[in-house]
């Protein structure tokens, strides 16, 4: 079997930054043990996979996410990358694209403003019952100003700088009860509200270069705190990657940018 593949930098304007995500076209599902196998083989925190609409899906492509040791419920970056495939490659032009997943619903990406925009589920965080004994040990640094939690822990610190200082033990994050850890602080260069890091290393991704579905959690946490409803965020890794925030009730709208890297094809 020879299946074509792509890899794109999403939320990025040039290659190398932003985040890599393989996106891989099929015309029907392969089994789930052959999703995740070349999710595994390409090593990269997402692979996604997509189907044409059936004659019940309403025009919505199937779409569906795996990290190199799990499939996810939600992802920001490869859902740009599929939709930067389908809308300015596979078909130039195209304005909107709609998903159908198995985890999150309908999702809807358009062109907006000369960048995509994912049309997303709000996840605003709240105080957890407990804390993770250990969470802020292997996170080390300084004592957050907040621990919030939604699908992933949301640690809050006073400044940007105690963010990209920050070398966690992954180890010790091996056995958190939430799905991922979020880290963020205000801004600290014009034009940018908000910074954040995402830690995953169960989820076979030890800290992701960019994360959309994070932003599901970060928009209405700081459109809250700074009351705003249009935000600009930087995700501060080493790759980094800007995204564009806004809250609309419910539902969050990201926008960026995505290059694409390389083609080519799998033989399996």
């Not at 044409?52 to 996810?72: C, I, K, S």
């Not at 939600?74 to 300015?88: E, F, P, Q, V, Y």
């Not at 640690?155 to 966690?168: E, F, I, M, N």
Request: some cysteine.
């Amino acid at each position: 079997m020879r299946l074509p593949i792509y890899q794109i930098d999403a939320f990025t304007s040039a290659a190398f930054g932003g985040n890599p995500a393989a996106v891989v076209p099929l015309d029907t599902w392969l089994p789930d043990a052959t999703l995740q196998a070349i999710a595994m083989e390409n090593n990269l925190s997402e692979t996604a996979f997509f189907v044409p609409p059936g004659p019940q899906d309403d025009g919505a492509w199937g779409l569906r996410w795996f990290t190199p040791a799990v499939e996810v419920d939600l992802c920001g970056h490869a859902t740009l990358a599929t939709a930067h495939l389908m809308m300015n490659i596979l078909h130039p032009g195209t304005e909107r694209v709609v998903f159908r997943t198995q985890k999150a619903g309908l999702l809807t990406v358009v062109r907006e403003e000369g960048r995509l925009t994912l049309d997303f589920p709000a996840r605003p965080p709240q105080t957890p019952d407990r804390v993770h004994d250990g969470l802020i040990a292997a996170l080390g640094g300084p004592a957050p100003v907040a621990i919030l939690a939604a699908r992933d822990y949301l640690v809050v610190y006073d400044d940007a700088a105690a963010v990209r200082a920050l070398t966690p033990d992954m180890a010790g994050l091996l056995g958190i009860d939430r799905f991922a850890v979020i880290v963020t602080a205000p801004g600290d260069e014009p034009g940018v509200d908000f910074v954040s890091r995402f830690f995953a290393p169960a989820k076979g991704v030890p800290e992701d270069p960019v994360t959309g579905s994070a932003h599901c959690t970060l928009i209405p946490y700081w459109a809250q705190r700074l009351n705003a409803d249009r935000l600009s965020a930087r995700q501060v890794s080493r790759r980094g990657g800007a995204l564009t925030c806004r809250l609309d009730g419910d539902r969050v709208r990201i926008g960026g940018d995505a290059v694409l890297f390389l083609e080519g094809y799998i033989h399996i």
